[in-house]
């Protein structure tokens, strides 16, 4: 293709994109101008989501108008979660999934700080000799892998907040986030009072440090289910076991009520309730 027939094609798709989407050519630089994609912030380089009514071979005229407000957003807990950023905790430690290790580039120590109120855990990068930096990750062939961190005494206090069974352990759910006012400041914010509840094994209850009288009057119970779950893999029968958060009738929050992402105020200025899990509560 020579340059005569590029620039005639280059024209053609221009025509096609100020007809069809006037919109997203009024948010594009002038021509010549030195403004690139590089230089622009996240949110002037990113795409506004449109319908191809080309494509179509619609009009919009030919759309219809609905309200959707009083629909609900189907929580992420009714759905497959592969590649989701997921943080677990067991009564002795908690760790994070792969993919949020990826999601944080060269991210190897941060800060956790637990919001009581919200019941909100924020995970904040940090420098390796920051007070209170965790390692969250280990490297292997230079690549940054999940870890196990050990810290029975915070997962103590988790267990406490949230009312929690020490005969199960919890997979919750994370976004990305960042600080009202310090949007160069990105955090990753996981909202625990929204979880999905799994059955312990009695040998990893044990091992975990879990006394069976800790258990109390729910003991029979879990360990009635142990039995049907063993049973279950003994004849190798799937059966997903977790329990959610969301009630049986519904399908998620309505779209009205719903937060698309968790808004964070500068840390310094959150209540008392947020504080620094400090070093001194893990054991690695």
Known sequence: MNESEKQTKADTGKEVLVNSHPDMVASLPESGSTKTNESMSGREAASKP???????????????EVDANEAEVVSRQLLSRMREITMTVRPDSMSFNNTCITAFENVVYVHFLMDKKKKLLYVKPVEQYDKDAQRWCVIKNGARKSRKITGKPYADRVYRLMGWSKGYYYRVTGA??????????????????????????????HSAGVEDEELGDSLERIQSEVRAMEEDKKNKVKRR????????DAFGVPLKDHRNRVVIPPLDQISMDLELLTNTDNED
């Open 176 to 205: 990305p986030a960042v600080q009202i006012g310090q949007e160069d400041e990105y955090l990753m914010v996981f909202e625990l009072s929204e979880y999905d509840e799994l059955l312990l094994t009695e040998k990893a209850r």
């Open 50 to 64: 449109y319908m191809n009514m080309e494509y179509l071979n619609m009009s919009r005229d030919d759309i219809r």
């Open 241 to 248: 076991r977790n329990r959610i958060t969301v009630d049986d």
